[in-house]
């Protein structure tokens, strides 16, 4: 499975949208990428993933570029409550182990 | 409630002995999975069951054992714990190993051996 690299941190303001990026520039052809979060003293939770085009679902949108280098997961109208480390990881569809990398810590601020 | 419980939430316990950590889906998934969390090491596979009676071990299955007699069960034992195991451990579930099946953790279990 394909490496990530990730920011160690971030901030944003409440109410504004949070961009965390993602650069996974070794990804093979069938990986795809997820995301998850991991809030304070819980498990992970799953937000989002996709293999080439751009997904949305109730949490966030993942974007993705054209050559597949990189990804954006976009969280619109952050909250407080959205204050977390957020993983990005690349797998293979079948088979693929989660390999969880150090995240970037999203404080989202009032 | 629907969902995947671990129990016990928090377990202090001294070297030597021996420690079991439930883990409970009630998805009837195929997939479980345990995993280990330590500062500095993010989270780590120690052992998966893809279904009933079938397991495999991870990235760090050393000192660990599993089994899988039942499809919503997947309880983990450390026979002999070490302060090394000294760790948040989570499980996790998953319909199928597929696109799109995303794994479901539980809130964890701290244990802290001494």
């Known amino acids: 499975d394909a490496k990530t690299t990730q920011p160690p941190s971030m901030d944003c303001a409440e109410g504004r949208a949070a961009n965390l990026p993602c650069n996974h520039s070794t990804i093979s052809g069938n990986e795809y990428v997820y995301w998850y979060r991991q809030i304070h003293s819980q498990g992970p939770q799953y937000i989002i993933h996709g293999l080439k085009n751009n997904e949305t679902n109730e949490m966030a949108s993942l974007i993705i570029t054209e050559d597949r280098k990189s990804s954006t997961l976009i969280l619109p109208h952050a909250t407080l409550r959205d204050t977390a480390v957020y993983y990005c990881i690349v797998r293979v569809a079948t088979g693929g182990k989660l390999i969880f990398g150090q995240g970037t810590e999203l404080s989202v601020k009032p | 409630d629907a969902g995947i419980t671990q129990s016990p939430r928090y377990k202090i316990t001294e070297t030597g002995r021996q420690v079991t950590l439930m883990c409970h889906q009630t998805w009837s998934h195929s997939y479980m999975f345990w995993y280990r969390q330590d500062l500095g090491h993010g989270l780590r596979l120690i052992y998966y069951s893809a279904a009933a009676d079938i397991t495999d071990k991870g990235e760090v299955p050393d000192g660990y054992v599993v089994s899988r007699s039942k499809t919503e069960n997947f309880p983990l034992t450390l026979e002999s714990a070490t302060r090394s195991q000294t760790s948040v451990y989570f499980c996790?579930?998953?319909?199928?190993?597929?696109?799109?099946?995303?794994?479901?953790f539980g809130d964890g279990t701290r244990l802290s051996i001494l």
């Open positions: 996790a579930s998953s319909e199928s190993q597929g696109a799109g099946q995303p794994q479901h």
